[in-house]
């Protein structure tokens, strides 16, 4: 069974830095490729960033391009964001996914989801 574990999340300042983390189990980990979404209140789910199995290639939503970097340890089961400048408008919870082989990036695509974990940007 799939278990996808976020964490790192929190309360930071605009203009901070956080880094969130997701571990992996029940899965050929360095198979799938990992994906990350949020959800503001009222809003619907919107892609953040994705990283193919072997972190060759990422992708990112355009609100986050330049800021937030996504990376891997397959050694280690686990999928990064590292999210620099932060923005009020960047407060969601923030949710890691997985998947096997698809294309485009809609949440649909994602077949295993953690639980997410709440980014809150605030002064």
Same mark, same amino acid.
């Given at each position: 069974? #799939?278990? $996808?574990?976020? !964490?790192?999340?929190?309360?930071?300042? *605009?203009?901070? !830095?956080?880094?969130?983390?997701?571990?992996? !189990?029940?899965? *050929?980990?360095? =198979?799938?490729?990992?994906? &990350?979404?949020?959800?503001? *209140?009222?809003?619907? @789910?919107?892609?953040?960033?994705?990283? %193919?199995?072997?972190?060759? @290639? %990422?992708?990112?939503?355009?609100? #986050?391009?330049?800021?937030? %970097?996504?990376?891997? +340890?397959?050694?280690?089961?686990?999928?990064? $964001?590292?999210?620099?400048? $932060?923005? *009020?408008? +960047?407060?969601? #919870?923030?949710?890691?996914?997985?998947?096997?082989?698809?294309?485009?990036?809609?949440?649909?695509?994602? =077949? !295993? &989801?953690?639980?997410?974990?709440? #980014?809150?940007?605030?002064?």
């Amino acid at each position: 069974q #799939v278990q $996808l574990v976020e !964490s790192g999340g929190g309360l930071v300042q *605009p203009g901070g !830095s956080l880094r969130l983390s997701c571990a992996a !189990s029940g899965m *050929p980990f360095s =198979t799938y490729t990992m994906g &990350w979404f949020r959800q503001a *209140p009222g809003k619907e @789910r919107e892609f953040v960033a994705a990283i %193919t199995w072997s972190g060759g @290639r %990422t992708y990112y939503g355009d609100p #986050v391009k330049g800021r937030f %970097t996504t990376s891997r +340890d397959n050694a280690k089961n686990t999928v990064y $964001l590292q999210m620099n400048s $932060l923005k *009020p408008e +960047d407060t969601a #919870v923030y949710f890691c996914a997985a998947r096997r082989h698809a294309t485009g990036w809609g949440a649909e695509t994602f =077949t !295993s &989801w953690g639980q997410g974990t709440q #980014v809150t940007v605030s002064s």
